[in-house]
């Protein structure tokens, strides 16, 4: 494994040493700096090299699962840590890396740490969507078009395959690949399925799919490099 560039962000100093601590023990991971502040982090980050975050989820500023959907398209891979068992589920919903359960062993933190992909593209390639109590890991590629309905969405998938969960348009597209476009206010579509426009139906697998006056002339600009 390549040399990694981390950062800590916990509220509390004892939390921070030992997962500084452990960090100097691994000749792979180089601690960048810790935080006891996440919005200390956010401008870090921005002007920094960083590969992965241990990153605690109960903080007074900013919770840590804020926090990482505020970066879910950098590409920093994170690795939770927190006392608190029942945010597991949540950790997974935004595709972490790992999840540490507090007080944590170095065994545990080295598991974790080896579980960086070899690939940095990997991270980019799925996310993992809650249907009910059922988890299901979503390679983009597979995606035809999200329609929303209510509070919930459909994802419309390769091979017939429909997964409905409980989350909004609106926060998917801040986090999908750039290849994803918003055609209507109930409608992401992956750009890369497009087969074909009529008038204002965009032509998808066996879908139709209507572009509303507002997202018609991006949608033209983006896909078919065509402009009114």
């Known amino acids: ?16 040493k030992l997962l500084e601590t452990y960090a100097k023990k691994l000749e792979d991971l180089n601690c960048l700096k810790t935080f006891e502040n996440p919005l200390a982090a956010l401008s870090f980050i921005k002007s920094n090299s960083v590969d992965l975050i241990f990153l605690d989820i109960q903080m007074p500023e900013l919770k840590g699962t804020d926090f990482a959907e505020l970066i879910q398209k950098s590409g920093i891979q994170i690795i939770f840590t927190t006392a608190y068992s029942e945010y597991a ?4 919903e935004l595709s972490a890396l790992d999840y540490l359960l507090k007080p944590i062993t170095f065994k545990r933190f080295v598991d974790a740490v080896e579980k960086y992909p070899t690939n940095k593209s990997e991270v980019l390639e799925s996310m993992v969507v ?3 109590y059922d988890l299901y890991k979503i390679l983009f590629k597979d995606i035809i078009h999200i329609e929303s309905d209510s509070e919930y969405v ?7 395959k429909k ?7 609106t926060k998917l597209i801040s986090v999908l690949p750039d290849y994803f476009l918003r055609v209507h206010r109930s409608n992401i579509i992956n750009s890369k ?3 074909g426009m009529k008038g204002r139906d965009l ?9 509303s006056d507002t997202y018609y002339e991006t949608v033209k600009n983006r896909i078919f490099n065509q402009s009114s």
Do not use: P, W
């Not at 032509?203 to 572009?211: A, D, G, K, Q, R």
């Open 1 to 16: 494994m390549r040399s990694l560039n981390c950062i800590i962000i916990d509220d509390e100093e004892l939390a921070r």
């Open 89 to 92: 589920l949540k950790g997974f």
């Open 130 to 132: 809650k249907s009910g």
């Open 154 to 160: 459909h994802y419309y998938l390769e091979n017939n």
């Open 163 to 169: 997964i409905m969960a409980h989350q909004s348009l």
């Open 193 to 195: 399925k497009v087969t």
């Open 203 to 211: 032509m998808l697998s066996e879908f139709i799919i209507s572009v």
